[in-house]
């Protein structure tokens, strides 16, 4: 089947405008996370959901950031008056029921904040 | 909390050539250990995982990984790289319910011909 998809691929913004991010996951995963990848570092996990809850959102960093998923399926991960340090690489992944099981990305959203 | 060092940014092979990329990970119980590749302007695709048993874990694209506990380590091989592999790796760890994958900062690998 289909696999991760996300929209835009990419996006180009300026300081302090808001964005919104989508994430469809694959069908029937129950699991779904957000990962940032900025030039230069590693993947930055932000949030996991777990159906439409999210029980770690301890990686969101500020609260200018929120995620939300709604018919445990489709996400949206909303940047709030957006900074130039907002800009990176936005990757979604979903997995069949979060416990060990591997992680499926999309090719994430490139943001850039002007 | 569970950590993942790659110590390695960049490797440069030769085509033909053997390969092992490391990974190191700190984690107090049984981890839970991935390794994944990414390509420009892709999303990570999953190469091999362990969870339990055999130690020696065969992936797709003829790569395998070794889990060594003592060492805390779970490096990945392959006996003879392709210009097609060069790409970016990533080893990760992940623990339990929620599987919030820790991952290491990369390893960029470049094929020479």
């Known amino acids: 089947g289909a696999g991760v998809s996300q929209s835009p691929s990419n996006k180009v913004t300026e300081k302090g405008k808001d964005v919104e991010l989508r994430c469809d996951p694959i069908?029937?995963?129950?699991?779904l996370y957000w990962y940032r990848q900025s030039l230069g570092q590693g993947l930055e996990f932000l949030i996991y959901?777990?159906?439409?809850?999210?029980?770690?959102k301890s990686g969101l960093p500020s609260d200018r950031f929120s995620a939300e998923r709604t018919g445990g399926s489709v996400s949206t991960l909303t940047i709030q008056r957006t900074q130039q340090e907002d800009s990176a690489v936005y990757l979604c992944?979903?997995?069949?029921?979060?416990?060990?099981?591997?992680?499926?990305f999309g090719n994430g959203t490139r943001l850039t904040v002007t | 909390a569970q950590s993942v060092t790659q110590p390695d940014i960049h490797i440069t092979v030769s085509e033909g050539a053997s390969l092992e990329l490391r990974c190191n990970y700190s984690?107090?119980?049984?981890?839970?250990l991935f390794w994944y590749v990414q390509s420009p302007g892709q999303g990570l695709q999953l190469l091999l995982k362990y969870f339990s048993g055999d130690t020696l874990v065969q992936g797709i694209k003829g790569f395998e990984a070794e889990f060594k506990r003592s060492q805390s380590s779970f490096n990945l091989r392959k006996p003879s790289v392709h210009w097609s592999d060069a790409a970016e790796y990533f080893c990760a760890v992940g623990a339990g319910y929620g599987n919030k994958l820790v991952f290491g900062a990369g390893t960029i690998l470049r094929v020479k011909s």
């Open positions: 992944a979903s997995s069949v029921d979060g416990y060990n099981s591997p992680l499926h």
């Open positions: 984690y107090g119980a049984t981890p839970y």
């Open positions: 069908s029937g995963h129950t699991a």
């Open positions: 959901f777990q159906g439409n809850s999210a029980p770690d």
